[in-house]
């Protein structure tokens, strides 16, 4: 099957300090990309949606300015967590889907701690 | 809009014994199905899928959901387990409607627990 890339699997940062998380399509070209946020012992809550070259559609509660989402190619997509604090501290998953495709794929996830 | 019903958060079983994973879902327009299997401190891995066709999918190492239109539901199951099944597992469904743009929505998971 196809194969999403995340990166790095584990990152601690400081308060404050902004956090950037890559997500590859490896061998698939991903017109579409999901960010997903995970709380301990919890499902996946969707983030955003982003199609490449366009801005991302957030969803409902999600700010915008404080998750920052690039999908400038269609092979990669950055999420960047600014001013980071720790309650932004979670499980952070990307996934990809190319046109026409119902299967979407997923990275193996980050682990974001803010101390 | 979708949503998804998992009503059982954790499910203990012991080796070699039958399980079954409860999905149930809500929606106004035709879905696809899935479940996906997450180990810890792991991203998600597909299990298996509906689409279209039959009602009854596999996947290969021995899990099968059927598709009940009527009931809104999609459980999972295993007729025997093995230690190594011990994970989450999570039902989702997206709208068929849109291929490249529409999202998955998760159910809250079933954590499986197989004991020896």
């Known amino acids: 099957g196809a194969v999403v890339s995340q990166h790095p699997s584990r990152v601690i940062c400081k308060s404050g300090t902004s956090v950037k998380i890559e997500c590859r399509s490896l061998?698939?070209?991903?017109?579409?990309m999901f960010w997903y946020r995970q709380f301990p012992k919890q499902s996946l809550m969707l983030m955003a949606t982003s199609n490449e070259g366009s801005k991302a559609t957030y969803e409902q509660g999600v700010e915008k300015d404080k998750f920052l989402i690039n999908h400038a190619s269609l092979t990669l997509s950055t999420l960047t967590v600014t001013s980071a604090h720790p309650e932004d501290s979670s499980f952070y998953i990307c996934s990809a889907r190319d046109f026409g495709n119902t299967e979407a794929f997923f990275g193996q996830g980050t682990r974001l701690t803010v101390v | 809009a979708q949503s998804v019903t998992q009503l059982d958060s954790q499910v203990p079983v012991f080796e070699e014994a039958p399980v079954e994973l409860r999905c149930n879902y809500s929606?106004?327009?035709?879905?696809?199905l899935f479940w996906y299997v997450q180990y810890p401190n792991q991203g998600l891995q597909l299990l298996l899928k509906?689409?279209?066709?039959?009602?009854l999918v596999e996947s290969i190492n021995g899990f099968e959901a059927e598709f009940n239109k009527s009931q809104t539901s999609f459980h999972l199951r295993k007729p025997s387990v093995h230690i190594s099944d011990t994970a989450e597992y999570f039902c989702a469904v997206s709208a068929s409607l849109s291929y490249n743009t529409d999202k998955l929505i998760f159910g809250t998971g079933t954590r499986l627990q197989v004991f020896p």
């Open positions: 929606s106004s327009v035709s879905v696809y």
């Open positions: 509906y689409l279209s066709g039959s009602t």
């Open positions: 061998d698939f070209q991903a017109t579409t």
